[in-house]
């Protein structure tokens, strides 16, 4: 058996090459739709699910024993996430802002057409 060093130890021949994770590839997907889409709101969901296979993909990182590349993109995955979560929710926030300032401004006309007679 021939001995190749790798990252942590021996490596077998046979044994695979290292490759990208997908789920890493598919997460930076996900977290640039996410900011793409979040001034719609809708990319929060892109955003979290982009999380959640960060989280997933580390998992499978540090088990694979270096047979998995990706690790060093995961921090840029989960600030992009984050971002698009941010921008979404500042969008809802303004939005609901805008609502009750409507709600206020309405609040003392009348809400008939104002052509009825009132007797008090």
Same mark, same amino acid.
């Given at each position: 058996m021939v001995e190749v060093r790798g990252v942590s130890g021996v490596r077998h021949p046979d044994? *695979?090459?290292?490759?990208?994770?997908?789920?890493?590839?598919a997460a930076r997907l996900l @977290?640039? +739709?996410?900011? &793409? /889409?979040?001034?719609?709101?809708g990319g929060a969901i892109p955003a979290l699910i982009a999380l959640m296979l960060a989280r997933q993909a580390e998992?499978?990182?540090?088990?694979?024993?270096?047979?998995?590349?990706?690790?060093?993109?995961? *921090?840029?995955?989960?600030?992009?996430?984050?971002?698009?979560i941010?921008?979404?929710? @500042?969008? +809802?926030?303004? &939005? /609901?802002?805008?609502w009750v300032l409507a709600l206020a401004r309405a609040?003392?006309?009348a809400s008939y057409g104002g052509g009825v007679a009132v007797s008090l």
């Open positions: 044994d *695979p090459e290292p490759v990208e994770s997908t789920k890493v590839v @977290a640039g +739709v996410g900011v &793409a /889409l979040s001034p719609f709101v998992a499978d990182i540090r088990a694979s024993e270096g047979f998995l590349l990706g690790a060093s993109r995961l *921090p840029l995955i989960r600030r992009l996430s984050w971002i698009g941010g921008i979404a929710a @500042a969008v +809802v926030v303004a &939005a /609901l802002l805008l609040a003392g006309d």
